[in-house]
């Protein structure tokens, strides 16, 4: 059972306005309606003389959740939230493509949210989360609630249009981290590869795509890096994994 989403909200106001803070000719006010189910902090500034007006966050209170349709800060509030105690499954980031709620609860797949998409993408049957443990302790890793409930849902998702996978397979993702992490040439060639948990390839470059793995072991469920073992660089270039399959299969995605 969920606890009251208003039971908290002067826990989730107050992790808003630590975002209203004053910079060097910036000024931040947190405004909200009446109701407190809206709230946006509005950045002023003088640049080159001339002022400028911004939201630098904006957050709704709907249906049990919290949806934040607009985040520009170097740390995201959701992970001020989860951290002050939100739990993550409350919280839907509206702005990397996350489904909104619906009376609730979260509706749609996965399979849903890529065939409203394309009609190119081939899926397969899930995986269970007794597979999925055996991968966690083979690589001392815990998967991102997204990638877990994808791979709950579909093992794996093959464009056929573009003759690669978007997501590997639950084995393809064992079998990859293992060999990038064990193999000598790796680790001789390019920095540690055993923070990044990579779950697809670009097929270009050898390019591969990634998770970040905190300290805790556990992968972020956020923020999905790019590696080009060619330069060794690591980009980000999707904030979760619907906004990096939204990106790629609308061609929005640069590489």
Known sequence: MMYPLKDKMAIIRDEIAKYAV????VQSHLTQNEDATLFAVIDLSIQGGKRFADASLIVRIEDERVIIEHDMNDKPLVDALTQAGIPRRRIILAYAGELIPENGKITGTWQDFVQNLTETCEFFPSVTEEDIKEVEISLKVNLPNDLRTLLLETNGIYDTHAKIHLIWTLEEIARMNLLLRTQATYAKSYMPLNHL???????????????????????????IIAWYPIEDSRPVIAFSLKHYLQSWISGKLKL
């Open 22 to 25: 004053d910079g060097i000719n």
């Open 197 to 223: 948990l990579f779950f697809a390839n670009m097929g270009i470059d050898d390019i591969l795509l990634a998770f970040p793995i905190a300290a805790s072991g556990d992968a972020k469920n956020k923020d």
